[in-house]
């Protein structure tokens, strides 16, 4: 499900969403919630995807976020719905990279470059070329 073909949400009636509406809620496999119940479970037919996050869920979340006024809190939401599709190792090998001293300015683009050219995911190549003249600025990358 897209963002466009997504009905209007009001944070006064479908927050929070896994309870208001669920309906608008799949798994990144995309089964539905109430597909997910332990007899599910223990007959296999749910995987340890079936229990990720979906991105769209999370870009739901950004649209309740914005629309309260949290707009850090959306992008946030936005960019962790970029993350899902990394890799976990990728995911954690970026955490220790962004760490102050952990990396020299090079290397910090050249993962944001990683980020836009493998991943399309151009709010977090932001936010590390952000880290990056932050932590010049502050004199805390990597020498």
């Not at 896994?18 to 608008?24: F, K, T, V, Y």
């Not at 798994?27 to 079936?50: C, N």
């Amino acid at each position: 499900m897209t963002l466009s073909s997504t009905p209007e949400l009001d944070p006064a009636r479908d927050y929070p969403l896994a309870s208001r509406r669920p309906e608008l809620l799949r798994t990144p496999t995309g089964k539905r919630l109430d597909e997910l119940t332990m007899e599910a479970v223990l007959a296999g037919d749910v995987a340890p995807e079936d229990l990720r996050i979906a991105p769209a869920t999370l870009r739901l979340q950004a649209q309740i976020a914005d629309q309260v006024g949290r707009r850090q809190l959306a992008q946030n939401f936005r960019r962790a719905a970029e993350l899902t599709a990394l890799p976990d190792e990728l995911v954690l090998s970026i955490y220790h990279a962004l760490r102050p001293r952990a990396s020299t300015k090079r290397q910090l683009e050249e993962i944001a470059g990683r980020l836009e050219r493998e991943f399309s995911a151009t709010l977090c190549a932001g936010l590390v070329r952000e880290a990056a003249d932050v932590y010049e600025r502050r004199d805390i990358l990597a020498s």
